[in-house]
C-alpha cells in the first residue's frame, strides 16, 4: 500500500511535529496560565457532556 519511503517519511514528520509541538507549548506556558484559567471546567463539562449522552444512549436501546 505505502512505499518503505513513505513510511520512513510519514514516521520521521509525525516525530518532528511532536517535538514542534512540546517545544512551543513549553515557550508559551506562561501565557496558558494566564489567559486560560479555568478551562480545565470546560472541558470537565464537555466529558460530563459526552458522558451523559452514552448513558442515555445505552439505556434507550435496552
Do not use: E
Request: aromatic share 20%; glycine share 6%; net charge positive.
Amino acid at each position: 500500500m505505502f512505499s518503505t519511503g513513505q513510511l520512513i517519511f510519514a514516521g520521521l514528520f509525525v516525530i518532528a511535529f511532536i517535538i514542534v509541538m512540546i517545544f512551543s507549548y513549553r515557550k508559551d506556558t506562561r501565557l496558558h496560565k494566564k489567559y486560560y484559567k479555568g478551562s480545565i471546567y470546560v472541558l470537565i463539562g464537555f466529558i460530563v457532556f459526552i458522558l451523559l449522552l452514552f448513558f442515555i444512549k445505552t439505556q434507550l436501546n435496552h
